[in-house]
């Protein structure tokens, strides 16, 4: 018997790495008649001491990017092939690896897609990996894809 995958997590920054991933998920979905999470995460906005928002204070800016990405996968969730019953969306506050991470737990997903930009050497110490993170620490299989891997967009 094959693996019938129920619950995929699929987490966007609305990158084409990550737009490739989703459409991955999508179509893993489709193929198992699983519902999709698509989340995004907003990590802390770090500011020098003397730099001003203005009016805003940080916490605004992050309130402002929430409610910003919360409309944005929405909208995302909408053109999905996916029945609207089984699409939710998801945007969290924290370090991108351990919310992933944690709403894989909370959803109990079968299934984590998540597109890497597949970085080596210096770039990767420098940028450091998200994916990598998610795997070592994921509840479930992680499905990695790397951008010159990606599928066509329709």
């Keep these: 018997m094959g693996v019938k995958w129920q619950r995929i997590v699929c ?26 999470v698509v989340m995004n995460v907003v990590e802390p906005i770090v ?38 019953a089984r699409v939710a969306v998801r945007v969290e506050r924290g370090r991108a690896s351990s919310e992933i991470v944690r709403t894989a737990q909370e959803e109990k997903a079968d299934l984590i897609v998540i597109g890497t930009h597949g970085y080596t050497g210096v770039a990767h110490v420098l940028l450091g990996s998200t994916a990598e993170r998610v795997i070592r620490k994921a509840p479930c299989p992680v499905l990695t894809v790397r951008a010159p891997d990606l599928p066509p967009a329709h």
């Excluded at 009016?55 to 029945?83: C, F, I, W, Y």
């Design 47 to 84: 500011a020098p001491s003397d730099f001003t928002f203005g009016p805003l204070t940080t916490g605004e800016v992050e309130d402002r990017l929430v409610e910003r990405s919360e409309q944005a996968l929405k909208e995302l969730a909408t053109t999905l092939d996916l029945p609207p």
């Design 11 to 36: 987490p966007v920054d609305l990158s084409e790495v990550s737009m490739g991933a989703l459409r991955l998920a999508v179509s893993v979905a489709e193929q198992c008649g699983a519902s999709l």
